[in-house]
């Protein structure tokens, strides 16, 4: 198959064009700019997705793609209209690749949206039936880009959603970055972390770009939203001890109750820190591993440890 991956030098692109390229598929990057490292595979330059002629160029002869390519969730939005950005960003270029699939006859689509598109967590375990919730501009866009697939008909397009919680792996920035930082310390500087009971959902890098290839080569993914983890939730105080561990040295943790430390958060201003460290969310992927007879084929105690030795490496 020609799989047309979007944003594949990001960082789960990356992996899914070197998986692609290694099962004996053409990975092919969709890039706006070329003439800079590619990923696995060849590339194509498409000068915008609302630029329809260079996406039609782009797609004549491509079997799938894989739209990974998005704007991303920032912690310090400086944008006059985060929403408008959001959707220019994630509908609009959705909306643009559908079209032209379905107006050259068909193909495959495997749109990468988000857990995000069910809200921000809480006490329940989320599936592919819970009820669409979005709390912020890149959540609402991601949940609209769905819609996109979901509410306006093409008879041509197979299709299917995936919906990543936290992704993490070798090269990982943002809050897992920070997370492995964080359990650096705890080698060093104890934390009241030791009594955290939440419960979260990953999935490794490697183990999702398995998923989105199964999802681009299996037609039993069609109209399916889709949810992905590694099948291990962890605490926050055993993901700090698992890190802590293969970063050579145990993490000193020492309790306080969850109480003291939101209050501590909202006194400091790191309520949402905070939050993101004693919060659960979990993701419930029994349907995705029983439609497809998919599993995560790289055990969590492996990924960490990848993740780790690259993060000491950098």
Known sequence: MRIAI?????????????????????????????????????????????????????????DCVVHLAARVHVMQESAADPLGEFRRANVDSTRAIADV?????????????????HGEGGDGVVTERS?????????VSKAEAESVLFDEPRSNLHWAIVRPPLVYGPGVGGNFDRFISLANLSRRV????????NARS??????????????AVDGRAHGQAL?????????????LRLLAHALGGPARLFHVPAALLRLGGAVTGRAAEIHRLLDSYQVDATHTRRLLGWQAPIEP??????????????
Not at 101 to 117: C, N, T, Y
Request: charged share 20%; with cysteine.
């Open 6 to 62: 979007t944003g594949a030098r990001g960082f789960v692109g990356r992996h899914l064009s070197n998986l692609v390229a290694r099962s004996g598929h053409e990975a092919i990057s969709l890039s706006r700019e070329l003439g800079v490292a590619q990923a696995a595979g060849s590339a194509r330059r498409v000068a915008s997705y609302s630029d329809r002629p260079s996406l039609q160029a782009a797609l004549a002869d491509v």
């Open 301 to 314: 105690n492996v990924a960490m440890a990848r993740t780790v030795a690259a993060w000491r490496s950098k």
């Open 131 to 139: 009820p669409i919730a979005p709390q912020d501009p890149y959540g």
């Open 227 to 239: 949810m992905v983890s590694d099948g291990v939730d962890f605490s926050t105080s055993e993901l």
């Open 190 to 197: 104890p934390l009241p972390l030791g009594g955290v009971q």
């Open 101 to 117: 699939m379905q107006q050259r006859g068909g193909g495959r689509l495997v749109l990468v949206s988000s857990i995000k598109v």
């Open 202 to 215: 990953m999935v490794y890098v490697e183990n999702l770009a398995d998923l989105l290839l199964r999802c």
